[in-house]
């Protein structure tokens, strides 16, 4: 007869050495104990029945206009086109705010804010010049097509 821990601590062990993860040591011991004890031979061997109940099971493969259809709602296009939509419009709004101002209250700019329209100039002129390029090879793109 065994221990009660030494019993519960083997029941644990139970869905490990059914999948051949335990160590060789503790599968031994697992081994053992279910020569020895019938109550856990039986939850072992229920637990293996479910194991070849569960890799007999079939899911049906959803059908492929199906698929497209699930990756299409799942994509990321819209919130991808969303954001770039928050991105223009902030540009335009920033711009037109920015022209306005000027407008305004003309006045001879800082050097801090001639650095700063320089670094924002930059950036702008950077963007748009990636964003040029890749409208260019977007149409010679040979793996825009391709699916999984």
Same mark, same amino acid.
């Given at each position: ?6 019993? +519960?601590?083997? &029941? ?8 051949? $993860? *335990? /160590?060789?040591g503790? %599968? ?10 019938? +109550?856990?031979? &039986? ?7 479910l194991? $070849? *109940? /569960?890799?007999?099971? %079939?899911?049906?493969e ?26 223009? %419009?902030?540009?335009a ?5 920015g022209?306005?101002?000027?407008i ?5 700019p ?25 409208l260019r ?12």
């Amino acid at each position: 007869m065994t221990a009660p821990n030494q019993h +519960e601590e083997i &029941r644990q062990m139970l869905s490990a050495y059914l999948d051949g $993860e *335990l /160590t060789q040591g503790s %599968a031994q011991r697992v081994r053992v104990h279910l020569e020895d004890c019938e +109550e856990c031979r &039986r939850a072992f061997e229920e637990m293996a029945r479910l194991q $070849e *109940l /569960t890799k007999e099971l %079939a899911f049906a493969e959803p059908p492929e206009a199906r698929m497209k259809d699930l990756e299409k709602s799942l994509s990321v296009q819209a919130p991808r086109r969303l954001g770039w939509l928050f991105v223009l %419009a902030g540009v335009a709004a920033w711009f037109i705010y920015g022209t306005i101002t000027y407008i305004r209250h003309w006045r001879p700019p800082t050097v801090e804010e001639l650095i700063g329209s320089a670094v924002v100039i930059g950036f702008v002129l950077l963007f748009v010049s990636v964003a040029v390029e890749r409208l260019r090879q977007l149409p010679h793109d040979k793996y825009r097509r391709i699916e999984k």
